[in-house]
């Protein structure tokens, strides 16, 4: 799959392994890829989506506060363990290589031969509730029809 991605979502795809490791995750999720994407400078995050890097860190931080307080654990103020790096590949999770066979869709649908990063952002805004790249956008109100609108012309 990955010889049909465009050196720049290469670079989001890796992007989310370093957002997954960043988090302490050992499994990159869909949360990871659209961390991945928001690094893309050609899609314009903040222009596109109404978000940048931060805002949606904050939201899966502020995601991750609530499931644990769920089930009565209180993290506010534990520092969190460094997760260390391990010499294996790092898994997607499932939900994650559904995506990116959904980016592989849209790119054909579009008439693309490669994977680019707008093509990936339209497969993760496909990710319905209880995806956790799903609820950063119901965390953060983001309108999904208007930023499939905008990304248009970055995916053809």
């Not at 931080?61 to 506010?76: F, K, P, S």
Request: glycine share 6%; proline share 6%; charged share 25%.
């Amino acid at each position: 799959m990955f010889e049909h991605v465009a050196a720049d979502a290469r670079m989001a795809v890796t992007a989310a392994l370093e957002e997954a490791r960043h988090r302490g995750d050992r499994r990159i999720g869909t949360e990871h890829l659209l961390l991945g994407v928001l690094h893309a400078r050609e899609l314009d995050p903040l222009g596109t989506l109404g978000l940048d890097l931060t805002r949606a860190r904050a939201a899966l931080d502020a995601l991750d506060l609530a499931a644990l307080a769920a089930v009565g654990i209180d993290v506010r103020g534990v520092e969190r363990a460094p997760v260390p790096l391990s010499p294996k590949r790092t898994p997607f999770t499932s939900a994650a290589r559904t995506t990116l066979r959904r980016a592989v869709g849209v790119a054909r649908q579009q008439g693309g031969r490669r994977i680019r990063p707008a093509h990936l952002l339209l497969a993760i805004l496909e990710c319905a509730p209880p995806d956790p790249a799903a609820e950063v956008f119901r965390e953060l109100a983001v309108d999904r029809a208007a930023v499939r609108t905008r990304l248009r012309p970055h995916a053809a």
